[in-house]
């Protein structure tokens, strides 16, 4: 605790006021995002820590061009309600068909259900193109969790991917990813700009522990 607040671990410098620590600890803050429905409450400088995991946390729309951003539920009906395509919806457990544009780099999938939202995204780099899955959704404990697996295949060759757990984002970044990605060569694509025989299945990781409980 050398040269940092007590109350939230900040530098200070070499001087100290116990006092003035006292009165900010003291200070009862809301949430951030008290507007979006959240009703708990910290001493001055824990709210930063919750409002990483906050399930009233803002998602953004990921349609290109549009602003929206709300709560995890309003936003899946806002993009239902403005952005669907009915040729990009899947069922959890069903593999689905995706044709990905390499150039737009961006494909929205919606469940038929409640959700969620599920991106997929191309970036071209020097080795070939990255395929990276994700979900819009806070990283709240307590939502569900998703699964998915990739796989490619062209001229009787087979590439696939997967991870037991879709990472959970809240806005759409651009930035080719450090990892969780598949690396799709170029000579293994058929035309450069788009990916039509991509195919993914996503599954929520509860069925696949029910279901391993049911084969033991």
Do not use: W
């Amino acid at each position: 605790m050398r040269n940092k607040c007590p109350a939230c671990t900040l530098p200070i410098g070499l001087y100290r006021s116990r006092i003035m620590e006292r009165l900010v600890t003291a200070v009862v803050v809301p949430c951030p995002n008290a507007k979006h429905g959240c009703k708990e409450k910290f001493s001055y400088g824990k709210e930063l820590a919750h409002e990483k995991k906050c399930a009233f946390a803002p998602c953004y729309c990921p349609a290109r061009n549009c602003n929206y951003s709300g709560v995890y539920k309003d936003l899946y009906s806002h993009y239902d309600v403005k952005h669907r395509v009915t040729s990009d919806n899947f069922s959890c457990g069903y593999p689905h068909n995706a044709c990905v544009s390499v150039r737009e780099g961006l494909l929205v999938l919606e469940e038929y259900r409640d959700g969620p939202l599920v991106v997929v995204q191309s970036f071209k780099e020097p080795q070939g193109v990255c395929v990276s899955v994700n979900c819009i959704a806070p990283s709240a404990p307590g939502f569900v969790k998703y699964s998915y697996e990739l796989s490619y295949s062209r001229g009787g060759n087979n590439m696939t991917f997967g991870s037991g757990e879709m990472n959970r984002i809240r806005k759409v970044s651009f930035e080719t990813p450090e990892k969780d990605f598949m690396l799709i060569p170029y000579y293994h694509q058929g035309e450069v700009n788009v990916l039509k025989v991509l195919n993914i299945c996503i599954r929520r990781v509860v069925e696949e522990e029910e279901e391993a409980e049911e084969e033991e």
